[in-house]
């Protein structure tokens, strides 16, 4: 790690401005975090809708070890060559949670020469986008116990609230608790909390093709059960209007650089273990409607972020890589059945690929 963030630090960064401007961005259309990262506006994304789009890259891995398997320094890796050999290449990457980052897998910006910068904002509070999905999760949470509070209108069974809170840390004292106690602080029941990247807001919000989609997501978000066993939304709340102000910026791509100066976008983080394990749709077809060629990743191995790529985010999107890497590293194919867990792998990716590509 010591080595990567020397190299990261020695890199010569270029102004924000130039790396948008490297996609036909001009400087009224990006609203500056500092001087090297930058969110991309809603009103340039909504105006490039009737643009071709470029070519769709996914990487992907067999089974990785526990420290993760190279997709993000091969995604890195690739995008920089292709902008070396003169295409127009962008790098479409998640958010990095502090879960992992503060654990044993360390930081999500790639590694060596295939690093994203500033890394070291990146895998920390970045643009706060992280802080802003924590806040309308929990926004949600306090709202559905201030109703059991205040009379309970809506006859919800406290018995059958399924809707947590959620913290982006590792904390196991938090992860069953019970809430209400003392007088006056609601209704007493158990509950507990779940990291931010497992949230069901995180998933929408890379889901969400503009704000009226991710407010109707979000409306739609099942928190509970009445007596009689009615689901209870988020909408039934009226809690959808609110979560959507506070996830406004959040929406909005993430513009930074590759130590070749070459655009990434880096949004979103959903767990492939909870949810479809991929950035935003938001940030890759912008990506895709102002580059030849976009190379993304999709989380843990092929048997499951590979398999929610194409099946979850490709069918909603209505997108199709035109190809997909396959990251087997010695280490990897020691821990996880050596060359016939590789091919596997390709079949299963070739097999699920050729069934989105029919739709």
């Known amino acids: 790690m010591n080595t990567d963030i020397e190299i990261a630090r020695a890199a010569p960064k270029r102004p924000i401005a130039e790396i948008a401007a490297k996609l ?9 975090y500092g001087h090297d990262k930058a969110k991309i506006s809603r009103d340039f994304i909504a105006g490039l809708s009737g643009r071709p789009q470029g070519r769709l890259i996914l990487v992907t891995a067999i089974n990785p070890t526990p420290a993760g398997e190279g997709k993000t320094t091969t995604t890195v890796g690739l995008g920089d060559a292709l902008n070396r050999l003169g295409a127009r290449a962008t790098i479409c990457i998640r958010e990095a949670s502090l879960g992992p980052n503060f654990g044993m897998k360390g930081g999500a910006a790639g590694g060596g020469r295939a690093q994203v910068i500033p890394m070291e904002d990146m895998n920390l509070h970045f ?23 205040w009379g309970n209108a809506l006859d919800i ?25 003392g007088p006056g602080n609601g209704v007493p029941r158990e509950s507990g909390f779940d990291i931010t990247v497992a949230s069901e807001v995180m998933a929408i919000l890379c889901l969400a093709r503009d704000l009226d989609d991710l407010q109707d997501r979000l409306g739609r978000i099942v928190v509970a059960q009445t007596r009689d066993g009615r689901p209870v939304t988020a909408r039934d709340l009226q ?15 993430n513009l930074v650089q590759t130590l070749e100066n070459n655009p990434a976008l880096v949004h979103g983080g959903p767990f492939a273990n909870i949810a479809h394990g991929c950035n935003s749709v938001i ?36 997108l199709a890589p035109s190809a997909v890497v396959l990251v087997a590293t010695v280490r990897a194919l ?22 989105a590509a029919n739709l």
């Not at 961005?25 to 500056?32: F, R």
């Not at 929990?138 to 709202?143: D, I, T």
Request: with cysteine.
């Open 239 to 253: 809690a959808d209007g609110a979560m959507t102000v506070l996830l406004r910026d959040a929406l909005q791509p």
């Open 24 to 32: 036909g961005i001009g400087a009224q259309d990006i609203l500056p």
């Open 334 to 355: 020691k821990m996880n059945g050596g060359v016939a867990r590789s091919d596997l792998a390709v079949e299963n990716v070739g097999a699920v690929q050729a069934g």
């Open 127 to 149: 643009t706060g986008d992280f802080h802003a999905i924590t806040s309308a999760h929990n926004l949600l949470s306090a709202m559905l116990d201030n109703h059991l509070h």
């Open 157 to 181: 069974d406290p018995r059958r609230i399924s809707w947590r809170r959620v913290l982006d840390m590792n904390d196991r004292v938090l992860r069953d608790v019970v809430l209400g106690l």
């Open 283 to 318: 940030a890759t077809t912008t990506a895709l409607h102002l580059s030849d060629y976009v190379v993304t990743e999709a989380g843990f191995g092929a048997d499951l972020g590979a398999e929610k790529f194409l099946n979850i985010k490709c069918r909603k999107a209505g």
